[in-house]
């Protein structure tokens, strides 16, 4: 069975027991405050096990909250597994740079995005208390303001570009719409994320200059608890991305993708892997893989499908199929439909922890094209893996 996250709902799934995704854990969900620094959530929340209240009204049009519309909160139904939904006074809509990270902690904001030819790629993540910093972790993680980074690839025929210099809390400014990393700054204007960029690459120093602009389509109005305290917004799952560079001299427009990650504690020490890939459908749709292996031993997975209107339904999971291991051995996979299988069109980026990589697929019945991504954190807390860090995320005061 099918259950629908609509309208302004914060979807909050509580920490699984081993083979049971998404269990309910009822101390954390007394504790829960919003995302984002929007309001505490609602304490009205729906039971779980099976039996919730029948679907409220939703509002049809998330684009309105942008500007200042509020409607009663709508509570999804359950689809065979146990987990719990809240309505929240704010929506959980769009980035809010200002939100507090605690000592341990981080966020960061995530955009992707595959030019309308095939051709071109890009990822930017904009840290908070940078999770794969060496120098955050020797610090002892007491201020993530003073470990804050723009990583920025860059991926295409004329060359590949990589830069992730970390700043210190002096270089740093953030409110609730802009967020500044030394000459880099990320805006939210509006209805548009605007990113300037101005770094440059570790060990060959070439220069990454230029401007993003990811204007959403389809705007998401539910984060997911995966526990631990550790939270996923997908704020943007559909948007247009314009990838204007003077250095290197690109000019490129595509479909992209745009969403925020937080957590209370550092993330290796809440999970040991996890897969994720998202995928635009022929039909207007995204798709979105999400499974992983936490610290404690249980798992986490979902199967969600996204609709031009903003709203999730949780799909059941497609097979599982392995994808060709990376030249550093780390293990791939995702989530297909039956009799069909997805493949990786190129890898945009191979660490000793992390991969990603572009996707062709098929779920819930439609193809699609999308960005796929495999991270280790076992790998990560390897002594070697940690002392290879700095010579590829130098630090700036």
Same mark, same amino acid.
């Given at each position: 069975m099918r259950s629908e996250h609509a309208g302004h709902a914060l979807a909050l799934r509580g920490a699984a027991r081993p083979h049971v995704p998404f269990g309910p854990d009822a101390k954390r969900f007394r504790a829960a405050q919003s995302l984002d620094g929007w309001s505490p959530v609602w304490t009205g929340l729906a039971r779980v096990g099976g039996v919730l209240p029948a679907p409220g009204v939703a509002d049809a049009d998330p684009w309105a909250l942008l500007h200042g519309r509020e409607h009663p909160s709508r509570r999804g139904r359950p689809d065979g597994r146990a987990f719990g939904t809240a309505g929240i006074r704010s929506?959980?809509?769009?980035?809010? &740079?200002?939100?507090?990270?605690?000592?341990?902690?981080?966020?960061?904001?995530?955009?992707?995005?595959?030019?309308?030819?095939?051709? &071109?790629?890009?990822?930017?993540?904009?840290f908070i208390g940078s999770v794969f910093s060496p120098y955050y972790k020797n610090a002892g993680r007491g201020r993530p303001d003073d470990h804050c980074a723009l990583n920025v690839a860059?991926?295409?025929?004329?060359?590949?570009?990589?830069?992730?210099?970390?700043?210190?809390?002096?270089?740093?400014?953030?409110?609730?719409? %802009?967020?500044?990393?030394?000459?880099?700054?990320?805006?939210?204007?509006?209805?548009?994320?605007?990113?300037?960029?101005?770094?440059? /690459?570790?060990?060959?120093? @070439?220069?990454?200059?230029?401007?993003?602009?990811?204007?959403?389509?389809?705007?998401?109005?539910? %984060? &997911?608890?995966?526990?631990?305290?550790?939270? $996923?917004?997908? *704020?943007?799952?559909?948007?247009?991305?314009?990838?204007? &560079?003077?250095?290197? %001299?690109?000019? $490129?427009?595509?479909?992209?993708?745009?969403?925020?990650?937080?957590?209370?504690?550092?993330?290796?020490?809440?999970?040991?892997?996890?897969?994720?890939?998202?995928?635009?459908?022929?039909?207007?749709?995204?798709?979105? *893989?999400?499974?992983?292996?936490?610290?404690?031993?249980?798992? @986490?997975?979902?199967?969600?499908? /996204?609709?031009?209107?903003?709203?999730?339904?949780?799909?059941?999971?497609?097979?599982?199929?392995?994808?060709?291991?990376?030249p550093f051995c780390i293990g791939r996979s995702t989530r297909v439909d039956a009799g069909h299988r997805a493949s990786i069109t190129g890898t945009w980026l191979d660490a000793p922890f992390y991969a990603r990589s572009a996707l062709r697929t098929r779920l819930f019945g439609q193809d699609g094209m999308g960005v796929h991504e495999s991270l280790s954190l076992d790998r990560l807390v390897n002594p070697v893996v940690r002392r290879m860090l700095p010579y590829r995320m130098p630090r700036k005061p």
């Open positions: 929506p959980a809509l769009g980035p809010r &740079f200002d939100r507090a990270v605690p000592a341990g902690g981080y966020s960061w904001w995530y955009v992707d995005a595959i030019s309308d030819d095939g051709r &071109f790629g890009l990822t930017i993540i904009a860059l991926t295409g025929p004329y060359g590949n570009r990589w830069t992730m210099t970390e700043r210190g809390e002096s270089s740093v400014t953030r409110d609730a719409t %802009s967020f500044a990393i030394g000459p880099s700054a990320v805006h939210w204007d509006h209805d548009t994320l605007v990113i300037d960029i101005d770094e440059r /690459c570790a060990v060959l120093p @070439f220069a990454v200059r230029g401007q993003v602009r990811v204007e959403p389509q389809v705007m998401g109005t539910t %984060s &997911f608890d995966l526990g631990g305290g550790h939270v $996923w917004h997908p *704020i943007a799952p559909r948007a247009r991305v314009i990838a204007q &560079f003077d250095n290197p %001299s690109l000019r $490129w427009s595509g479909g992209g993708y745009f969403d925020s990650n937080q957590g209370t504690e550092p993330l290796e020490a809440g999970f040991r892997d996890w897969q994720w890939s998202r995928a635009h459908l022929d039909s207007g749709d995204i798709g979105v *893989i999400y499974e992983g292996l936490r610290r404690d031993g249980s798992d @986490f997975a979902m199967a969600l499908r /996204c609709g031009p209107d903003g709203h999730w339904i949780d799909e059941p999971l497609p097979a599982r199929q392995r994808l060709m291991p990376t």
